[in-house]
């Protein structure tokens, strides 16, 4: 998959092409229904399929304190779409100049100048252009215009909702992980490379691999069992904490994660944490001695479920 960051790096092998828009976080099965409608037009036309989005989000970038919590990195984002088999990723910065430019110049710019679009996906509800005054009707008349096809992408439904990025965090945030898992197609994983940290979980017994989370808030908080993927043929249990560490320092919010029977050095290893099931809410302990027996309880009771999961699938 081509990775083109900004119109400017845009030349002509990359027009032409089967285009869709939006931000695709986490992609999940409405999104991965998306991208299979392209490919199936883009096969049929002999088109290379094209996936526009932004960084920062639009939300990101008007309101930082408040947009929502990111269900993937970008670098997540692009290896799954690199697996989906996206032929080129159009990854625009978000900034004031594309915030300010109009609905009929994001047309004529980006998608008939830059990308040479002959059929786009989006939703019916995707707004555009300064003051989001661009929306589907006006790319349907584009079209016309230009010469290329809109097609909306439909609505895909798990139960009798809309599946949804919005719908996924509200799942992650009730600890509803099997939701989550049935919206998003998979279980749910965070990745990232293992951090030096303060080390104070090797003095009462629990050395934990300290995973920088590079968001600014975080879809999951507290405590679960998981399985670590990317240390071998097999995947690894163990326990995480996702959130501040009130009973160290309560600085900043990382990803700990503690491996079962597992004892080699982890600094610099890539891993893929997935989560399992929630066990409790992150909370401040009086002592490191209540921490140490609270972690001994988590630990036991990931164990447990692990354990019980196997016994199931016998």
């Known amino acids: 998959m ?26 999940h099965r409405g999104h991965q229904a998306v991208l299979r409608q392209l490919h199936r037009y883009a096969a049929r036309h002999r088109l290379v399929t094209t996936v ?8 990101e970038f008007f309101a930082p304190q408040t947009a929502p919590a990111r269900l993937q990195r970008l670098r997540d984002k692009l290896a799954m779409l690199r697996g989906l088999e996206v032929d080129q990723t159009l990854c625009l910065r978000f900034d004031r100049k594309l915030a300010e430019l109009s609905a009929e110049r994001f047309i004529r710019q980006i998608l008939v100048d830059g990308l040479d679009v002959r059929y786009l996906v989006v939703g019916d509800d995707f707004r555009f252009g300064k003051g989001r005054s661009g929306d589907f009707a006006l790319l349907q008349e584009a079209g016309k215009r230009y010469g290329f096809e809109v097609v909306g992408t439909g609505t895909f439904l798990e139960g009798d909702d809309r599946v949804s990025s919005t719908r996924i965090r509200q799942a992650l945030a009730a600890g509803e992980l099997a939701m989550a898992e049935r919206l998003l197609g998979r279980p749910y994983r965070m990745c990232g490379r293992v951090a030096a940290g ?22 999951l908080n507290g405590v679960f069992s998981v399985r670590v993927h990317g240390l071998g043929e097999q995947a690894l249990h163990g326990v995480a904490n996702i959130g501040t560490r009130p009973t160290v320092d309560g600085s900043y919010r990382v990803l700990e994660v503690h491996l079962f029977d597992f004892a080699s050095d982890l600094y610099g290893r890539h891993l893929d944490v997935e989560f399992c099931s929630k066990l409790r809410d992150e909370m401040k302990f009086a002592s490191f001695e209540a921490l140490k027996q609270q972690i001994d309880a988590d630990a ?15």
């Open 52 to 59: 526009m989005t932004f960084e920062p989000t639009a939300q």
């Open 2 to 27: 081509r990775l083109i960051r900004g119109l400017h790096n845009l030349h002509p092998g990359h027009q032409g092409g089967a285009v869709t828009i939006g931000n695709f976080d986490g992609l």
């Open 198 to 219: 303060q080390q104070r979980g090797r003095t009462i017994g629990f050395p934990t691999a300290n995973i920088p989370l590079h968001r600014v808030v975080s879809p």
């Open 300 to 314: 036991e009771q990931a164990r447990r479920f692990f354990s019980e999961r196997v016994s199931a699938s016998e």
